[in-house]
């Protein structure tokens, strides 16, 4: 019986391994699509995978294995097709065939549907990196190249509650949106961006040439050398620079009684002087005569430029005025980075935090500790997880896909540094702990087994990250098993100290400052560390830690000894300064007593309206917690712009368009909060009760910082959509002074301040910054927005979000293309009329489509 079953299963194997190499993977054709949301009721929605199989051969009833990634939860039991799909760790699943599966006859479909928690809206809710594994060939992963995703258009797909009232985006709602924006004559804006505190222009120009001389006081040579370096692609020459002289061009002048970043700017018909007592300062100074040049001055070389005479008084509302980047989720090239920071000083932003690792991805070479980057900078098919992170956020089976895998070495990260430096802008580098750290604690695991296989106990054991004999069960918000840090294991404060060394040691190579060290902290899940030996005995040991929940507490205390002893100070994300506690037998938190004396500067990001959380950004200020404001109504920029399938990005704490970082009030953001994150008019009753900002909670708001999470950043160009014009918002919010609307008590007159200024801003946004954007530091790809359109009268009329834009149309049927007719006004034509917005270099946005009766 048993040679009669060997037998059998030895002709399974070989007749799976005989159709394998006959059936071609990659003519498979996969479709996915939303069948319906509020699936039964219930918060969760119910979608399906069609996959077609093209080959000439049937597809085989064994031996294969289809690899996904999925941002949601699926529900085994849901699963139809005689076909089971599994979770294998964070965003990770496996379609295998069950016992009975027939296969896939040539040329026919298997449909499987299947239930997953919560709910879906646009295309990036999808799977994603679908590839597949023959059994008899499992080291290696072939990626199906012929997956589609059908767009959602039927209200049961696109709703995602019985109470979710607002469906996806349409032309005419566009177009009433763009009428909060009345027409600004170029003339009548301000030629600086962000607003500088006083301005005054007058008639007449200073002609600034190829032949300009800088002449600066000493102390602002590399200030001047930059300035030199901005106007160089203008002219297609460098300017002179000397330290003395009155030549007829720019001067630099140090003016001690001007504030640490402040600077003044004088454009005269005989020339220009900008003053300062720092040479950031002269920076942002220089940033200002930038952003009185054309628009198109980068556009192609110039024999003049006409400047404007203004007379400005500079300084910046807040000194941390920070970008947000994650590099870890999915990876940006340094080129992409030094572009960000030319961006980042045009706009006078100083601070550039890096979210250096994650729980997919280790991206900063630590050379004593390779398995950091030759393992966990690694995403790609490995059938033990030994020499590769696995796949997430569609990555794939390839480890030298470009978004999924990367690392900066060190050379990299040292020119970061200095480019920053002289643009003066602090890298503030986040080493995520003690959750979020799968990279981390898989690469040291890694080295463990490489030293302990070379007989090295010691040396094995003293990075390491987790204690071998665990055994808790955690599932965290992104779906790992075994992410985080164990806090009681001494190897992992070893671990931090040599990371933070080796970090100290690449700024001071660099000449770079660092003055903090971000440490995370935010989302480690329930049931960690509870079956650990090494907790229980350093509990045993510690009679202060009376549960797990104190081992939180204990390690930043750790932390903290570490960086304060290296003269640096502590910064994470807001549970660091939160301390659990209970009223009326119900779990809160609150300000944690412990360390509110410690220096901690906390990002906050959770304020969600309707959540509950929503003065923690205040409450944490007025306890006397450094707050550095990140909140996520409206300064996520991973956010989609608004609901639409075809537009990217997450929407879990609000749609956020170019609209909600500008009308964000820094100290009182209740005031101007308009609607939930589902898009509603906002029930302000849900602030009755929340603490406002105090005065002392005021000098506690060190600044504000746009935020961009990268789990869909596939490549510089979704980089710079999601981020532009978004960032244009957060710069006038973090730079100039609080407008009128913000402090007019009266509704009324607040409410027509804001539409005034909007439309300033707007017209700003349309007619000079983003026209500079399409060439300055070679070109960013900006989202460029959908025209708005409805019908009246019997005729369709079109408008844009931004002036500057030309509108295209066709009533053919076919997409507009720079051939297309331009529209001049209202257009008769019956029928289905496509409409596209084209930039002065042709590039377009999304296509808007209405009917014409």
Known sequence: MRTFLFAAWVFVALSAQSQSSTTDPEKLQVQWEVIENNYQHKSQFLS?????NTNKQDWPATGWTLYFNFIRTVDPASVTGNVSIEHVNGDFFRLVPKSGFSGIKAGASLRVEFASSDWVVNFTDAPAGLYMVWDSNPAKGIELT????????????????????????????????????????????????????????????????????????????????????????????????????????????????????????????????????SGAGIVYGIQSLKSLLDPLAWAGTKIAIAVPLVDVEDAPRFKHRAFFLDVARNFQQKQQILKLLDLMVLYKLNVLHLHLNDDEGWRLEIPSLPELTSIGSKRGHSPDGTTALCPSFGSGPDVNNPHGSGYYSQED???????????????????????????????????????????????????????????????????WNDNVINVAMPSTYTFLEKVVDE??????????????????????????????????????????????????????????????????????????????????????????PDFV?????????????????????????????????????????????????????????????VDKPYYFIPYDYFKNAKEDKFGNALDRSIFIGKERLTDYGKSNIVGIQGALWAENMLGPERMEYMILPKMLGLAERAWAKDPAWATEKDAAKSEAQYQQAWSEFIATAGLRELPRLDHYAGGFQYRIPSP??????????????????????????????????????????????????????????????????
Not at 48 to 52: E, H, K, R, S
Not at 638 to 646: C, L, N, P, S, V
């Open 146 to 277: 012929h997956y589609t995703i059908k767009p959602s258009t039927e209200p049961k797909q696109y709703l995602r509650f019985a109470g979710d009232k607002i469906g996806l985006i349409t032309p005419q709602m566009i177009f009433e949106q763009n009428l909060t924006a009345r027409p600004v004559a170029a003339e009548k804006l301000i030629k600086i961006f962000p607003t500088p505190a006083r301005y005054k222009e007058q008639s007449g120009s200073f002609s600034l040439t190829g032949d300009v001389a800088i002449v600066t006081d000493a102390a602002f040579r590399k200030e001047a050398e930059l300035l030199a370096g901005d106007l160089q692609p203008v002219f297609h020459k460098k300017a002179s620079i000397t330290t003395a002289g009155n030549a007829k061009g720019i001067q630099l002048k140090k003016d001690e009684t001007i504030s640490e970043e402040g600077y003044t700017l004088s454009v005269k018909p005989d020339g220009i002087v900008i003053a300062a007592s």
């Open 413 to 479: 990260y040292i020119e970061i540094l200095r480019y920053a430096t002289v643009r003066h802008i602090r890298v503030i580098p986040e080493i995520e702990t003690p959750g979020h750290a799968r990279a981390a604690v898989k690469s040291m695991d890694a080295r463990y087994a490489r030293l302990m296989k070379e007989g090295k106990k010691d040396e094995a054991e003293k990075y390491l990250l987790r204690d071998p004999e665990d055994q808790s069960v955690y599932r965290s918000v992104q779906g």
């Open 48 to 52: 399906a995978f069609t996959i077609t």
């Open 503 to 592: 970090i100290m040691n690449l700024y001071q190579r660099a000449g770079a400052p660092l003055l903090t060290i971000h440490v995370g902290g935010d989302e480690v899940p329930a049931g960690v560390w509870e079956r650990s030996p090494a907790c229980k005995k350093l509990m045993r040991e510690n009679p202060s830690l009376k549960s797990t929940e104190d081992l939180w507490y204990y390690f930043f205390s750790k932390v903290n000894s570490i960086v304060m002893k290296r003269g640096l100070s502590l910064y994470g994300w807001e549970e660091i300064a939160m301390r659990k506690t209970k009223l009326d037998g119900e779990a809160r938190y609150i300000p944690n």
């Open 788 to 853: 708005g359109a409805v019908i009246q009268d019997g005729k369709v009329v079109a408008n844009m979000q931004y002036p500057g834009f030309t509108i295209r149309y066709t009533t053919d049927g076919k997409e507009p293309s720079l051939k297309s007719t331009i529209y001049s006004g209202p257009i008769a034509k019956k029928g289905t009329i496509h409409l596209k917005a084209f930039n002065a270099r042709g590039r377009s946005g999304k296509t808007s489509t209405i009917v014409n009766p």
């Open 597 to 657: 004396n410690s220096n901690f500067q906390v990002d906050v990001w959770n304020n969600m309206l309707g959540a509950g959380a929503e003065d923690l950004a205040y409450r944490l200020a007025n306890a006397g917690y450094k707050v550095v404001l990140s909140c996520v109504t409206n300064l996520y920029f991973d956010m989609a712009y608004y609901k639409a399938f075809d537009e990217p990005g997450y929407y879990w704490g609000a749609f956020i368009d």
